[in-house]
């Protein structure tokens, strides 16, 4: 097993899976608010390590980014839809295992626009990639997704102790195959807590993630399954309806069946935590 195929699975899974307290009596109503023609910025921090097994050898794989994204508010519809504009600021990915330790500039995305349209609670209704991203290699699907998810809201007031439910279903394209991921949330409104001076709704969230998918690498089959949990807070402001800090951490198992040249089951691990901050 060659060191590129090693790397390319890490990267693989890790693309796959790609989340003082006052008390808030007072129904609040949490929907998104994107101004027309303004745009934002949000800056995604992610540290996280993989573990694999291979032919009875274990591999530590670090791994991070670190991300800006603007989106653009382009239209907003009669029926309160929301179309933005996203694209990468800058960024980059790093890397470390036995074998290297480097940082990738992520210079042939920054600028690609991708076209998504969301409702007011934030749930997809569509995606559109505006430009193309003409990197090589197979992880070309997956670098064309918002780099920032937005959270489902509620679609009603709610006060502190309210809960709601989400489900979010998100189909990756990537070494030669696709990887669909289902992360079914549960939010609850804890209450309000300044945050960078601003008076914000905390709400917490916990939820389950399964994952499954296909690929090929170097005339190899694969066969991806696993799931995981994913944990976190995001801090809402209702007056400008954005949210302006989430911090989540995420943690799954998952196994890649290899069939072909060589025929292998590897489990993976993964641990990570990842920071979205709005900008100033």
């Known amino acids: 097993m060659n060191a590129w195929f090693s790397r390319s699975l890490a990267l693989l899974c890790a693309a796959a899976i790609t989340f003082s307290v006052a008390t808030a009596q007072k129904a609040q109503s ?3 608010k994107f101004a027309p023609g303004k745009t934002y910025q949000y800056k995604s921090v992610s540290d ?14 670090e ?15 009669s ?14 990915n790093r890397i470390k295992n036995p074998m290297q330790d480097t940082t990738i500039a992520l210079t042939d995305m920054v600028g690609k626009r991708m076209r998504l349209q969301v409702k007011n609670d934030g749930t997809v209704m569509g995606r559109e990639i505006v430009d193309t991203v003409a990197s090589e290699g197979q992880m070309r699907g997956a670098g064309q997704r918002e780099a920032v998810r937005l959270h489902i809201l509620p679609g009603k007031s709610v006060k502190a102790g309210d809960t709601w439910t989400s489900t979010f279903v998100d189909t990756v394209d990537g070494m030669g195959g696709k990887i669909v991921n289902v992360i079914k949330s549960n939010y609850t409104l804890v209450g309000t807590e300044d945050r960078s001076g601003v008076s914000c709704l905390k709400v917490g969230y916990d939820g389950a993630i399964t994952v499954e998918g296909t690929g090929n690498m170097q005339g190899m089959d694969l066969y991806i399954e696993g799931g995981g949990k994913v ?30 040249q060589q025929n292998m089951t590897i489990p993976i691990s993964q641990k990570s935590k990842t920071v979205q901050t709005l900008l100033p």
């Open 30 to 32: 949490l929907v998104y």
């Open 48 to 61: 996280g390590t993989v573990i694999q097994e291979m032919a009875g050898q274990e591999m530590k794989i």
């Open 63 to 77: 791994n991070g980014s670190n991300i800006t994204v603007s989106l653009t508010t382009e239209k907003i519809g």
């Open 79 to 92: 029926d309160g839809s929301i179309t933005l504009i996203t694209a990468i600021v800058e960024g980059s």
């Open 231 to 260: 944990n976190g807070t995001m801090y809402f402001d209702a007056a400008r309806g954005m949210v302006v800090y989430d911090e989540s951490t995420t943690e799954t198992e998952s196994t890649i069946a290899v069939t072909g």
